[in-house]
């Protein structure tokens, strides 16, 4: 008696593919794990301490998360991107996938998705029997969402719309300017749609230079982060949402959904979070280590196969490359993935599941199969390319795998 909504979707292709990877590896398979996208890097040790030293914290929190928490987010908003978030504008939950997953469920709006998106916005819509709207992108301007497309895609109507925007991106790798995010913020206020900022990899631009959207469009903006990415604590799981007041419903709403769901994130994560959103000198390191050797690798990742006659696009935060082959003997993204860990021992998703045609010859790839506590010890020194094959070397055999299977 399985609904409708549920009987045709599958399993998130990131974790099926982790879980393939860890089979083949248990069976005595050489596999290089291009397919999660988990930060290779270590918890920072104030924030393991942190945890360690609130392990007793037995107790429910509220539904909205430890006012602690709740108001270091809002600061660390405040210090970052130049919000005006205070703590009421903070909704803590297990992950910021629970709160997208709520606040899909609380708005009865169509998402509209640049294609390539995140394997997990369409198939979450598709659960809650909301529409998804695609919006194209073009690969000669990094797989990034313009004004013209956006404009086109309002234009057509359909009711409320929610827009998400993704920078750095997942899985292109691609990070918005302030120019082109306050020319996409132009076009979100002519038309007041709501737009999910998710920022989860903020803290790993490249540089270090990320813009948040909701700057330039801070009435119609919630913005998404947690300590997944930046943190290296994906297994926590903990997220936040930060609402401008405008939007003060919408997270009541989440709210009510979040104590009839999940009640309340784990007490001892949260209490440990704080220690991670307030302005520890023990962070600004671990981050400049962090981007250091997530640039590195990817750009070293990047010149490999764009020798071997791929389309690979610029890595500018995050850990991601989307590539395309010219041209491919496979009949499909996922027949060219399947080869890839087959005859390669390679893993890496295909761009169909990140929206891309079926056929289309793309993939993605996470550039993070590295010791990362390692990598973090000797950064300091410098990230070159003898780092690069001292440290990250299962990264760069990838490169030279791949190449050598579209030589074939």
């Known amino acids: ?66 006012p602690d928490l709740r108001a270091a987010v809002a600061d660390y908003h405040r210090r970052h991107e130049g919000s005006r978030a205070s703590a009421e504008d903070v909704l803590v939950g297990p992950g910021t996938k629970e709160l997208m997953f709520g606040m899909t469920l609380a708005l009865d709006a169509t998402l509209l998705l640049p294609n390539p998106s995140w394997v997990s916005y369409a198939p979450q819509a598709k659960l809650l029997k909301r529409a998804v709207r695609w919006v194209e992108t073009d690969p000669a301007a990094g797989w990034r969402l313009t ?35 306050e020319a996409l913020a132009a076009v979100a206020r002519r038309h007041g749609i709501l737009v999910l900022s998710d920022e989860i990899y903020s803290g790993v631009h490249h540089t270090g230079a990320h813009a948040s959207f909701a700057r330039y469009y801070p009435e119609g903006s919630v913005v998404s982060n947690g300590l997944s990415k930046w943190c290296g604590a994906g297994g926590w799981r903990l997220g936040a949402f930060v609402f401008p007041r405008e939007l003060r419903p919408l997270l009541d709403a989440m709210a009510v959904i979040a104590s009839e769901s999940f009640s309340a994130v784990a007490a001892p994560i949260q209490y440990a979070a704080v220690s991670a959103f307030r302005d520890d000198p023990a962070l600004k390191p671990y981050l400049q280590r962090s981007r250091a ?3 590195g690798v990817g750009g070293a ?30 009949p499909s993204g996922l027949a060219l993935c399947e080869a890839l860990l087959e005859d390669a021992g390679v893993a890496a998703l295909p761009g169909s599941a990140f929206g891309r045609p079926a056929a289309e010859p793309s993939m993605r790839l996470a550039y993070v199969d590295f010791d990362g506590a390692a990598a973090m010890r000797h950064a300091p020194a410098g990230v070159d390319a003898a780092f690069l094959a001292a440290h990250c070397g299962r990264v760069l055999e990838a490169g030279r795998r791949i190449a050598a299977f579209v030589r074939d």
């Open 1 to 66: 008696m399985l609904d409708a909504s549920v009987s045709g979707v599958v399993p998130s292709p990131t974790l099926a593919i982790n879980e393939r990877v860890a089979g083949l590896r248990a069976s005595g398979r050489d596999v290089l794990h291009l397919g999660l996208g988990q930060s290779p890097f270590p918890v920072p040790e104030h924030v393991v301490a942190a945890l360690q030293a609130n392990a007793h914290q037995k107790d429910y929190l509220p539904v909205r998360g430890l």
């Open 147 to 181: 004004p013209n497309a956006l404009e086109a895609a309002l234009a057509e109507g359909g009711g409320h719309r929610i827009l998400v925007l993704n920078s750095p991106n997942n899985p292109t790798g691609a990070a918005y300017t302030p120019a082109e995010l």
């Open 293 to 295: 050797v997530l640039a």
């Open 301 to 330: 990742l990047r010149e490999a196969l764009v020798a071997a006659g791929l389309r690979v696009s610029h890595p500018e935060g995050g850990f991601y490359l989307f590539a395309e082959l010219p041209e491919s003997r496979h």
